[in-house]
T-cell receptor
């Protein structure tokens, strides 16, 4: 069974601070995705990383895929209240492409 | 507009009721999914349909019955549910490309409360 562990599970910081959340596994994934979910809504895809060591930037968000494709991180610079939400990572297994494996999420709160 | 629409958004039902959740995707995808999201738990995959055929049933109790009449529509029929079935039920779709990456596009979910 492939598992994704996200840390921290909860994070509350002040506006303007930087933060990093992590997504770790003992398994290798063909790709890894990050989603953000706001209360009462479904998850929305932010980014997909596919190559070991890959770094992608989305405005103030920087996503990195580990060299061994077992882990990923999301770094937010100068966090804004609009960044508040549940951040989910999901791994695409090497085989059986349809079955994404989700982490339990990091609930992020940015205080004004 | 995410391209995946779920109805209803909220549903309260008694344990003896029968109800159905509906999902429609406008993205031309060939795979559709039902997920369950409970507090403090990871998203749980329930069912997978590929080209209208069920390809996965993740040990879901028979009180949940999926139906996929075509590649654009997916239903989840509910009967004799338990209070612990209360959760956010999410529908998603993707384009299956074999072993290549699969990105899921989610609907807004149905918040189900069983009383």
């Amino acid at each position: 069974t492939q598992l994704l562990e996200q840390s921290p599970q909860f994070l509350s910081i002040q506006e303007g601070e930087n933060l990093t959340v992590y997504c770790n596994s003992s398994s290798v994934f063909s790709s890894l995705q990050w989603y953000r979910q706001e209360p009462g809504e479904g998850p929305v895809l932010l980014v997909t990383v596919v190559t070991g060591g890959e770094v992608k930037k989305l405005k103030r968000l920087t996503f990195q895929f580990g060299d061994a494709r077992k882990d990923s991180s999301l770094h937010i610079t100068a966090a804004q209240p609009g960044d508040t939400g549940l951040y989910l990572c999901a791994g695409g297994p090497l085989r059986g492409a349809q079955k994404l494996v989700f982490g339990q999420g990091t609930r992020l709160t940015i205080n004004p | 507009e995410t391209g995946v629409t779920q109805t209803p958004r909220h549903l309260v039902m008694g344990m003896t009721n029968k109800k159905s959740l509906k999902c429609e995707q406008h993205l031309g995808h060939n795979a559709m999914y039902w997920y369950k999201q409970s507090a403090k738990k990871p998203l749980e995959l329930m069912f997978v349909y590929n080209f209208k055929e069920q390809t996965e049933n993740n040990s879901v109790p028979s009180r949940f019955s999926p139906e996929c009449p075509n590649s654009s529509h997916l239903f989840l029929h509910l009967h004799t549910l338990q209070p612990e079935d209360s959760a956010l039920y999410l529908c998603a779709s993707s384009q299956d490309r074999g072993f290549m990456n699969t990105e899921a596009f989610f609907g807004q979910g149905t918040r189900l409360t069983v009383v």
